[in-house]
């Protein structure tokens, strides 16, 4: 294989998981939960209508590997590995001279440590399968590219931002693929609760409801406090992995991409927070920007 280009650029990518296109300034949340997000949005490329291919975790993610819908490959519902016989976009990458990384949940495996022929072809990992059972908001427990487990510190969103800065230090000086899955805004499943950081909650507690949640029965009045909490952290988590690619000289070779596996409509819809073909449960925002897309364009 020859050495890769410089004019290839480096790709990160960012997956939120059950995050409302609502929840951004852009889309005209009126909290300024996401500056940066929308700093995003302004200087690349937003799209403005963008669906997830399933609102569910695991085939919405199986799309995102691959390029393919999860009724092709199989994986229409949660617990369904990713299979090994089609091409994904870590394969595709590393096939381009490009390492590739993996940080955050999978939920593409059947079990957890995630076995190599399970990890769709990454070449670094750092992941949980069902991450939300492997971690609470303070106590995260992800698997290295040995199986072994690995303690980060901190609140879950920012230790795995910590991981991706650490990557991008590691591999500043070749083109790189990294693909980073938070779990944030996800509720915890063994609690049925959205645990923001201390005292966050309290700042957006009662202060917005969006309004195809505002006269359902559900459960956002209880629990959008938390969840949008949740978002605010995670969104300054972006901001410190700019600020990293600044500090290397690899903001205007990278693309970064943002976006999130499906939505949320809090038990509006159906008997919990997601599985339905409504736009809350699957329109997400998604924006770009870096090299090929500095220029505001809605798609």
């Known amino acids: 294989m020859s050495d890769p280009s410089p004019q290839q650029p480096n790709v990160i990518v960012v997956l939120t998981d059950q995050q409302r296109w609502d929840t951004t300034g852009v889309h005209g949340n009126p909290l300024d939960l ?78 957890d440590p995630v076995p190599a022929h399970e990890r769709g072809g990454y070449e670094y990992w750092l992941g949980s399968n069902t991450l939300e059972y492997t971690s609470d908001a303070y106590q995260t427990v992800m ?25 991008i230090a590691d591999h500043h000086d070749q083109p790189f693929l990294l693909f980073v899955s938070l779990l944030e805004p996800h509720h915890q499943n063994a609690t049925d609760t959205y645990p923001a950081p201390t005292g966050y909650a309290e700042r957006y507690t ?19 406090g938390g969840y949008l909490g949740q978002i605010k952290r995670v969104d300054e988590g972006l901001g410190r992995l ?26 509006t819809r159906n008997a919990e927070y997601k599985r339905s073909a409504h736009e809350s449960s699957i329109r997400v925002p998604l924006a770009l920007t870096g090299p090929g897309r500095a220029s505001p364009v809605a798609a």
């Open 242 to 267: 700019r600020d990293a690619l600044t500090s290397l000289s690899l903001e205007a070779s990278t693309v970064l991409a943002w976006t999130s596996d499906h939505g949320n409509h809090f038990h």
């Open 206 to 224: 009662g202060r917005w409801v969006p309004a195809d949640l505002a006269a359902q029965e559900g459960t956002a009045h209880q629990h959008l």
């Open 34 to 111: 996401t500056p940066e997000f929308d700093r995003m949005a302004r200087e690349g490329t937003l799209v403005a209508q963008a669906l997830t291919p399933q609102p569910v975790c695991g085939p919405a993610r199986s799309s995102l590997q691959t390029g393919m819908f999860p009724t092709a490959l199989g994986t229409f519902r949660n617990g369904v590995p990713l299979p090994n016989d089609v091409p994904t976009l870590a394969g595709q990458f590393a096939a381009a001279g490009y390492a590739t990384g993996y940080i955050g949940k999978w939920h593409l495996a059947s079990s």
């Open 143 to 167: 698997w290295d590219g040995d199986e072994q487990p690995v303690r980060l510190v901190g609140y879950r969103s920012d230790a795995i931002i910590d991981a991706a800065i650490r990557f």
